[in-house]
């Protein structure tokens, strides 16, 4: 069993950054490769991005790519999500995700977080 705890989010100007930070609880975090997702009111949950169990491999949505930045310290067992030049569109609510597979996919996710809101503001 794996428990995620999502941190991080807020109100910010577009243009901003905000750091999104995913507290694991397992001691086999690096097992794992974690991803981020998110959900904006009325639409579906959308890929973010996906990191390696070891952090040497990631991938991006399109809509975020060249702009977030997924990174993990297995050490500390936590998954960051670095997020520059945001955008009033990236307004949603951000979860973690632990999956045994790397991938964009959520149905290959077993654990999720309870999410942390991101409001961007034009």
């Known amino acids: 069993q794996v428990q995620l705890v999502e941190s991080g989010g807020g109100l910010v100007q577009a243009g901003g950054s905000l750091r999104l930070s995913c507290a694991a609880s397992?001691?086999?975090?690096?097992?794992?490769?974690m991803g981020w997702f998110r959900q904006a009111p009325g639409k579906e949950r959308e890929f973010v991005a996906v990191i390696s169990r070891s952090g040497g491999s990631t991938y991006y949505g399109d809509s975020v790519k060249g702009r977030f930045t997924i990174s993990r310290d297995n050490v500390k067992n936590t998954v960051y999500l670095q997020m520059n030049s945001l955008k009033p569109e990236d307004t949603a609510v951000y979860y973690c995700?632990?999956?045994?597979?790397?991938?964009?996919?959520?149905?290959?996710?077993?654990?999720w977080g309870q999410g942390t809101q991101v409001t961007v503001s034009s």
């Open positions: 397992a001691r086999t975090f690096s097992s794992y490769a």
């Open positions: 995700a632990a999956a045994m597979t790397y991938s964009p996919l959520a149905d290959r996710y077993d654990y």
